[in-house]
């Protein structure tokens, strides 16, 4: 078992919330108790890299710094969550061109790891707020289209009632029947203009993304239920194997028996993903994962903010966040577009310019030695940098130039790829947070899982049955992994078993030692 690790011990005593009604254990019994290996918590988790101001979009770290601070959470998550949906308003009007045979899309997927109060979920409110305010843009627009639809339709049903009497007719005089009068087929709604998906199956997605070609942004709350949802309707595969192909950005057709033959189509399938996930989620997320998908999404997982006075930025500053993160969503989801032959949506593509070009090659190669030299998800992520770099650098220039006067670039610049460069150093120091978690043994990280549930609760004692019962924890209905658990919590000094009736089956109550609370004081 690990030593006291001091930086460790503060970062989880910050998460610490008294959560449970249980009674607790005077601090003066401390019996027997030996001292308990605090360094248990963190047993499963490496420190956290820190994010600097370089590592930002140009322009953007005071806003993201202020916006942390009025949310109470680290801004590691408002600058993830910014980019995050920034990649989604560009969606599909913009690509960028490393070479003449390779373009990359804008969209990225970025997953904020933390516990339950750590301030995911406020962090991401404004981008998501953000979004539905394009949506209510196109609202007046698609009044009207409907009701046009309505006039059309109502039109061609009127029609179609004159043509059975011309049908009748030609019939009765042995005649081919004819087409039916122009005006007389029904149209076709004109489709709701959607930014934001955040609740569906993967079947309901794909008809949405169809139906928007600039792209979507999907937002999750929670992104295990997200992966652990694939293959609810049954087809597991087939979900995973979407968001495969949906990341690359490109066509993908989608053929079921009920379309009758008529698939639905997604020239340019342009996805973004933001959503936050809790630490103890992570194995079973990402163990015996191997099909590319964890590899394609970038890890934040700061340490806690410090529990601080509240602060009030005031109304005009909040307004002015607000009003500056609206205009920018409007900038970049208006970016005008190209269309083909079809009339279909076509990106224009951004080049590198000299500098940045040099830059990315440096990056280029780096990355691909460490995906050659390192194995697993860490070499397997690595091997996704230089399509991730390109993506974040259109971003980042994107974002910088909202926030100036001038007009929009048409290459993008040497700082935007050093910029992105930094913040995928930032990301592969989280990467290494998140792998140390599943390096070690898996009766190891339940136990790391269940003491943290015990200093948050104040626990003077555990049930077995009742731990099984809560939320979160239906894993320790395994007897044999429970056990294992428990036993290294009991080897670590945290836990020992209640004295058992003198008859009768004995009782899976633990003691929790009373030494616990002390060390969270």
């Known amino acids: 078992m690990n030593s006291v690790n001091e930086r460790a011990q503060t970062t989880f005593t910050a ?19 030996s001292e308990p290996d605090m360094g248990l918590v963190n047993d499963d988790r490496a420190p956290a890299s820190m994010l600097d101001d370089d590592a930002l979009p140009a322009s953007w770290e005071s806003w993201i710094s202020s916006e942390a601070e009025a949310c109470g959470c680290p801004r590691d998550y408002v600058a993830a969550g910014l980019i995050g949906a920034s990649s989604a308003w560009i969606g599909n009007s913009r690509r960028i061109a490393a070479t003449a045979a390779w373009a990359e899309p804008a969209h990225l997927w970025m997953v904020l790891i933390g516990a339950p109060s750590a301030g995911k979920t406020p962090a991401l409110q404004p981008m998501i707020q953000a979004s539905l305010e394009l949506e209510r843009d196109a609202g007046p627009q698609q009044r009207e289209a409907l009701a046009q639809y309505e006039r059309n339709a109502e039109a061609a049903g009127a029609m179609h009632e004159q043509s059975p009497y011309a049908v009748r ?3 009765n005089e042995g005649n081919a029947l004819p087409d039916l009068p122009a005006g007389a087929e029904q149209p076709s709604p004109t489709p709701l203009a959607r930014m934001l998906v955040m609740d569906t199956s993967t079947e309901e997605l794909q008809r949405i993304l169809a139906e928007s070609p600039r792209g979507l942004l999907y937002a999750r709350d929670e992104l295990a239920g997200w992966l ?43 996805l973004a993903i933001i959503g936050g996930m809790v ?3 992570l194995r079973g997320v990402l163990v015996g994962a191997d099909d590319g998908l964890a590899e394609r999404l970038i890890y934040v997982w700061p340490d806690p903010r410090r529990i601080s006075p509240l602060v009030d930025l005031g109304v005009a500053e909040a307004t002015h966040r607000r009003n500056v993160l609206s205009a920018t969503a409007r900038k970049l989801r208006n970016l005008p577009t190209g269309t083909d032959n079809r009339g279909n949506l076509t990106p224009r593509v951004l080049e590198l310019d000299g500098d940045a070009r040099q830059i990315f090659d440096d990056l280029r190669c780096d990355a691909m030695k460490r995906a050659q030299n390192v194995s697993g998800l860490p070499g397997a992520w690595a091997g996704k940098n230089p399509g991730r770099a390109l993506r974040l650098a259109l971003d980042f220039e994107l974002l910088a130039w909202t926030a100036r006067d001038d007009r929009e670039p048409t290459r993008v610049s040497a700082d935007s790829v050093a910029r992105a460069g930094r913040y995928l150093a ?20 339940d136990a790391a899982v269940l003491a943290r549930h015990l200093m948050m609760g104040c626990l003077a004692e555990i049930n077995e049955r009742r731990l099984y019962q809560t939320a979160g924890f239906s894993w320790a209905r395994d007897a044999r992994r429970r056990a294992s658990a428990f036993a290294v919590l009991e080897a670590a000094g945290w836990v020992r078993r209640k004295v058992a009736p003198a008859q009768g089956r004995p009782r899976d109550d633990w003691e929790v030692s009373p030494r616990i609370a002390e060390a969270t004081r």
């Open 15 to 33: 998460e610490l919330e008294t959560t449970s009604e249980l009674p607790r254990l005077p601090t003066n019994e401390r019996c027997t108790w």
């Open 426 to 445: 930032y990301a592969s120091g989280m990467l290494d947070r998140v792998v140390a978690g599943l390096s070690i043994g898996r009766a190891d990280a």
């Open 279 to 281: 630490p103890d989620r």
């Open 169 to 171: 007719a030609t019939a």
């Open 228 to 270: 652990a949802g694939f293959g609810r309707y049954g087809s597991a595969g087939a979900d995973r194997a979407f968001f495969l192909e949906a990341w690359n950005g490109g066509t993908y057709v989608c053929d079921r028996v009920k379309y009758h033959g008529s698939p639905v189509r997604i020239e340019h399938a342009s």
